[in-house]
Structure formats: C-alpha cells, structure tokens
C-alpha cells in the first residue's frame, strides 16, 4: 500500500503571484494553438529579428569553440563593452569589478535584492510598476511599499510624496525609465529633486530598471540617477540589457553597474545560482553594444511610429483615456469610463477577458501593476495587426454599447 506525501509549497513560493504577462501570453498561445484567431497585444518584447550581424557573431563564436562556461560575471570582453556604453552613451564610468553580467536584466534586479535585503527591510516601489517588482522584493523577505504615481502627476512620483513614504524600514527605491507599463520618463531635472530628498537617507538603495533607455523618444536627452546625482554613486546601480533596445528577448543578457562591493556580493549570489550567463549570448551582446546602432534606431523609429497612431485610436473610443509617453512599447489607457457603464463587466481583470472572448485580443489588466481599471496593450506587432486589434476592439464596444 503506497503512503500518500503531502507535498507542500514554502511560504516564499505561496505568497507570490505568477507573472501576468507571462500568463496572458501563454494563455493567447494556448488559444491559437486551439484554432482561434487571436492578436496578442500582451508580449513584452520587440517583433523585430535580432538584427545580422549581432546573429552572426553568435555564430562566429560556436565555429570559434566559444562554448564553456566563463567568468560567473562576464567575459572581460563584453564587460569592457558594457564599460564603453556607459562611457559613450551615458557618460558614466565604471571599473571593471563595478559590473557584472546575468541572464537577463530580471536576474540583475533579484540578485541585488537577495544581495541587499533582509527581513523586515521596504522597497518602495512606484506605481504603476512592472508586475514583477514586488513579488521579486517578497521571494528576498522584504516587503513592497506601494507607492501611487497617479495621472495627477503624470505617473510619476514627486519628491513630496517620495520623503512621506520613507521610513526607517526603507531599504531601496526603484525607479523605471521609460516605464513600464506608462512609458514615462524622468527628466534629468525630475530625478534631481528625488535625489535631494534621498541624499538625506544615506541607509537607502537606489535602482534604476533603464531597460527600456534605446526605446525613448523624448524631446530630452536619456538620464539615469546617477547623471542627476553623481554624488549618490555608492547606493546606486544601473540595470540594463541587450533584450528591448537590440531585439534580443531570448539571448537573455543584462548586466548591472554599482558599488564594487554589492556587485562581489551579487556574484556570490549568481555563482550560486546560475553561475555565468551563456557564452555565446554574451559573444552576440557584445557585438551588439560595439557595432552599428542604426538597427537601435529604426526599431526607436518605428515604435514612435506605432505610438501615435494607437494613442490616437485609442482616445478616440468612448470612455477610454490614454495618456502620452515618450517611451517603451505600450500604451496603458484607463477603460473605467466604458467600464462604468457594463453591468457585466465590473474590473480590468474582467474587461481584459471580455476582450478576449468577444474581441480575440489579448491584452493585460492594469491590476496587475497596480493601476486597476487600466489595460497595457502593447504595440511591439506590426501595423497591420495594431489596426486590426484597434478595429476588433472598436466593434465590440460598439456592438455591447448598441445591445445595451
């Protein structure tokens, strides 16, 4: 007679939500693999190829027999690349010891907050916010601290708001420019009034998520923190990757600039976790920080592009309110004002499934990064599709707004 086991979960793993935009990727997925016609307007990640000559490299590198395991963080080559962007594009400097390599910046983010945090200890997190931050900040026993950026403040917080939610539990604050899902961005000048009221908290970290920094199309040149407040380079790092602005999602490489001794304690970190990221992708990475960035430019070029034309359709629906960016690939429209008058629809979970259902688009509730009664449509698809998502979106609210 065999013993039944009762497995159980840990309290880490039970506390913690799957990511929404996985799920409602999956979820488009599974229903074209059923035969449904489906547009996916929730992926987070560029429709473009990885452009030539960064998949030639890789290339070059398997024939080369560049295929073992190297440094846990980074070859020395794509570090020195990291370096030189830095250097030339966000005239910031760094040593060779202040960088490390991951797959991906996501692990960046966690192997600093399992570096860094302990029981007891706050992030705050702004929101809207990426729908992986707190649940990060939870699996290395902190707590989020929810920190509303509103449309009253352009989604973005003030140094107001900022110094009332620090406490003496506060260990970090992350900042996301452009934002995801808003797509906002801080100016130089914006960061600086932050950074004056986080000069006067010396026990607290500050993390720049810059992902998105090749996807900005505003009329300021890019800045990080650390452009605005050099004076705060010993808390501060800079989280970045190849994945958005290269089109190159599944090459998986990040990498992460700060104090030398938080970056040691990091590899420490990823020695015991994943050790190094792959070979070959960090050959491709490096090709693609030192060669030709006019790839860069035309996917920047062609996502203002797909912007304006979905901003422009989606304010044009009844009871739908999108708000401007300068940044990213989404748009994050507020659809309480249609939801308010659907007797069957009654949150941004829902309406998100209604879409679905009636629709055949997959987009992804505002719940999810703290912004209920939004939805994030992103425009990394194609024109064609965008204008075939927008239209299946239009006629299902008209056709509802008709019967009702």
Not at 48 to 60: G, S, V
Not at 94 to 123: C, H, P, R, T, W
Not at 147 to 164: S, V
Request: glycine share 8%; hydrophobic share 40%; with cysteine.
């Amino acid at each position: 007679m065999r013993t039944s086991i009762n497995m159980r979960t840990s309290v880490k793993v039970d506390q913690i939500k799957p990511s929404a935009t996985i799920a409602v990727s999956s979820k488009a997925m599974d229903l074209k693999a059923q035969g449904r016609d489906i547009i996916s307007l929730g992926a987070g990640e560029p429709d473009f190829d990885t452009p030539e000559h960064i998949r030639e490299a890789a290339i070059a590198a398997i024939h080369a027999g560049k295929t073992r395991y190297t440094q846990v963080d980074g070859t020395p080559a794509l570090k020195e690349a990291i370096l030189h962007k830095f250097h030339t594009q966000n005239e910031l400097d760094f040593g060779m010891d202040q960088v490390i390599v991951s797959n991906g910046a996501k692990q960046s983010l966690y192997n600093l907050m399992v570096a860094v945090l302990n029981k007891g200890d706050e992030v705050i997190v702004p929101a809207p916010y990426w729908v992986s931050y707190p649940d990060m900040v939870k699996l290395a026993d902190a707590e989020p601290a929810i920190l509303a950026a509103t449309a009253e403040h352009d989604y973005k917080i003030t140094p107001k708001l900022l110094e009332n939610t620090i406490n003496e539990n506060t260990r970090m604050v992350i900042f996301n420019s452009p934002s995801n899902p808003t797509g906002k961005v801080y100016t130089e000048e914006e960061y600086r009034a932050l950074g004056e009221v986080l000069i006067e908290h010396p026990k607290v970290y500050i993390a720049c998520d810059d992902i998105y920094e090749h996807i900005d199309w505003g009329s300021s040149p890019y800045r990080t923190v650390l452009n605005a407040c050099p004076e705060m380079s010993e808390r501060t790092v800079v989280i970045n990757g190849v994945s958005k602005g290269y089109a190159m999602t599944g090459w998986r490489i990040g990498y992460l600039a700060g104090p030398a001794d938080l970056v040691k304690a990091m590899k420490k970190v990823q020695g015991q976790s994943t050790s190094c990221a792959s070979s070959i992708s960090q050959a491709a990475a490096e090709a693609a920080l030192l060669g030709p960035q006019d790839c860069v430019e035309e996917m920047r070029m062609a996502f203002e592009e797909r912007y304006n034309y979905i901003r422009g359709a989606l304010n044009e629906l009844p009871g739908v309110e999108c708000p401007d960016c300068d940044g990213a690939f989404y748009a994050f429209p507020s659809f309480q004002g249609f939801m308010d008058g659907m007797d069957d629809v009654a949150s941004d979970v829902e309406l998100a499934g209604w879409f679905l259902e009636e629709a055949g688009v997959a987009t992804v509730p505002g719940s999810a990064f703290g912004a209920p009664g939004h939805l994030r449509l992103s425009y990394a698809s194609s024109m064609e599709e965008l204008e075939d998502a927008i239209g299946r979106i239009r006629r299902a609210m008209n056709s509802y707004s008709n019967a009702a």
